[in-house]
Structures are given as structure tokens and as C-alpha cells.
């Protein structure tokens, strides 16, 4: 006989994929433990046992998403030549991380909990800041094509990566509003007109 209450086994990676897409279809307060447990096919017994609660599930999702959609902005950041080039790839592989879905979701970092009630807010602080190490990265490699002479001595860095910043979480508002891929990514080569020249 099988013992009772005993959660059933289940693959991890597999839940928290299906969990990570219910929350980035529903955001973090309109995705209801409902949806959550049928898309994961997991009783409520197992879900709390696993991740104790709905913001237990939500962090392991949100690491899930950070670990296997957002791990290349280090990449390709890094791997460019100059601070342009790492910028300019960055916002065009995200537009077109966007649209490898339909219709497009946009960031689930940026779209998830913008608001929210109280009970919802150490939830919009973790998102709020993923959203600071991605300006940090952008400032990083900014200042580091500064320090290689790709970046003009006299440029600011803080208000040229917190310009390219806004850009790609304006980005994924606009994939979320199924702009056209086209259009996402003539928003970036006039976004990049604005990159400071090197003088001649």
C-alpha cells in the first residue's frame, strides 16, 4: 500500500519551467496557485512541500529564468569587442529572445511585478533589483570600453547605461504589446545613433 500524504516524485527543472511560464504569462499576483499546480501537475501537498509557498515557488522559478534566459547577458557583454558592439548585440539577442515565443512575452524581470499589494513587495524588491545588475553590467562594460579608449574620455557612463538600460526594459514592454519584430529592432539602430563618436 502506498503511504499517504507522501509528496510524489517529480523533475524539478521540468516544474519549474512549467511555473516559470505562469508567471511570466500572469506576472507574480495574477498567476493563482490554481494555474500554477495544473501547468505543473502538481497537487497543492507536493508544491508546498518542494517550495513551501507560492513566493518560495516564485524565487526558485525566477533563479530557473535567471539561470537558463538571462545567463547571456554576461556572454555576450563579455565577449564583445568594444563596449558598442557588447551593447548593440545585447539589445538586439534580446529582442530576439522576445520573439522566439508567440505571441512575445517580454522580460519576466521586468514584467512580472512592476506593482503590487504589500504582500507582494519583497517580491518587487528581488525584481527591482535584477533589474540594478543589469544596469550594472551595462555600466560595466561601458566603463571598461573607457578604460580600452573605445569609449570617449569624456563620456558619462552612469547616463549612457542607464540610457541603454531603459532602452531594453522598454524593449520588453513593447514585445509584450506584440510590436512588430522589424520595428523592435529598428527601435535599437536608432537607439545606438545615439552612442557617443570617438573623436577623429
Same mark, same amino acid.
Given at each position: 500500500m502506498a503511504e499517504r500524504g507522501r509528496p510524489r516524485a517529480f523533475d524539478r527543472g521540468h516544474v519549474l519551467e512549467q511555473a516559470m511560464d505562469v508567471f511570466w504569462l500572469r506576472g507574480y499576483e495574477?498567476?493563482?496557485l490554481t494555474a500554477l499546480t495544473q501547468a505543473?501537475?502538481?497537487?497543492?501537498?507536493?508544491l508546498y512541500a518542494?517550495?513551501?509557498?507560492?513566493?518560495? &515557488?516564485?524565487?526558485?522559478? &525566477?533563479?530557473?529564468?535567471?539561470?537558463?534566459?538571462?545567463?547571456?547577458?554576461?556572454?555576450? &557583454?563579455?565577449?564583445?569587442?568594444?563596449?558598442?558592439?557588447?551593447?548593440?548585440?545585447l539589445l538586439k539577442e534580446t529582442v530576439t529572445r522576445f520573439y522566439r515565443s508567440h505571441p512575445p512575452r517580454g522580460c519576466l524581470v521586468v514584467l512580472a511585478a512592476l506593482s503590487g499589494t504589500p504582500e507582494s513587495q519583497v517580491i518587487q524588491d528581488e525584481l527591482s533589483a535584477q533589474r540594478r545588475e543589469t544596469h550594472r553590467l551595462i555600466e560595466s562594460r561601458i566603463h571598461q570600453?573607457?578604460?580600452?579608449?573605445?569609449?570617449?574620455?569624456?563620456?558619462?557612463?552612469?547616463t549612457l547605461s542607464g540610457?541603454?538600460?531603459t532602452v531594453m526594459f522598454g524593449l520588453s514592454v513593447q514585445a509584450k504589446d506584440q510590436v512588430p519584430y522589424e520595428q523592435m529592432i529598428a527601435f535599437v539602430d536608432t537607439a545606438m545613433g545615439v552612442w557617443p563618436p570617438l573623436p577623429v
Open positions: 495574477g498567476a493563482s505543473m501537475e502538481l497537487n497543492p501537498p507536493s518542494a517550495f513551501k509557498n507560492k513566493e518560495g &515557488l516564485f524565487r526558485a522559478a &525566477l533563479d530557473h529564468y535567471l539561470t537558463h534566459h538571462g545567463a547571456y547577458r554576461y556572454s555576450v &557583454l563579455a565577449d564583445a569587442a568594444t563596449a558598442r558592439e557588447a551593447v548593440e548585440v570600453g573607457l578604460c580600452d579608449g573605445d569609449v570617449p574620455a569624456e563620456t558619462n557612463v552612469q540610457f541603454y538600460t
